[in-house]
């Protein structure tokens, strides 16, 4: 079952016009890998919000979903995923499950998502939600900053909350020639990077722009 074929989760001809405006302006702010922004545009983002959010569902805005914490902004799941360069079947962690919006766009991108969250309220709700919608995301409830070394290692990894510093754990978990995408800084902005773990296990970093993002708590991290 695909969340578009089922009568609980309405996917109208409006959520789809809708959803190809928000591809357009993704494209027009420079998202330029189109499987991304395929991806975006075959998942129903109106179906991860609370009621009084939906008229807002396809604006290019973060909005809240409770425990504190938000739906990313479209465009910072596009460049998130673009920097990702997945390739399909990679075997992906993503530290910060939330809603479960970016997970489901990493599936659609071919990925075997494995996808961590550390508030338990959200985690049971964004677990139920992503089975009864039909996605194959498989949840946890622990501490993201530690990674799933039961699972790893990972072809790649992403962080979707701002980290004060990079999670050795994370970095351990992470298969040679496997990339890392994670926002630190303080709590105000983060600078996002993109790592790329050597062979020979040293780390070569890029940054790009400055984000804002709920804090990442946990050991190795807030």
Known sequence: M?????????????????RKKLVDVLRQKGI??????EAINSVPRHLFLETAFLELAYDDRAMPIGEGQTISQPFTVAFQSQL???????????IGTGSGYQACVLEKLGAKVYSIERQRKLYEKTKKLLAEMGFKINCYLGDGTLGLQAFAPFDKIIVTAGAPVIPQSLL?????GGILVIPVGDEDTQQMLRLRKQTDGTVISEEFDAFKFVPLLGKQGW
């Open 2 to 18: 695909s969340p578009a074929s089922s009568t609980r989760f309405p996917d109208t001809f409006k959520h789809k016009g809708l």
């Open 32 to 37: 330029t890998d189109e499987t991304v922004l």
């Open 84 to 94: 990702l360069e997945l390739k399909k079947r990679d075997k992906v962690l993503e």
């Open 172 to 176: 351990e978990q992470l298969k040679p």
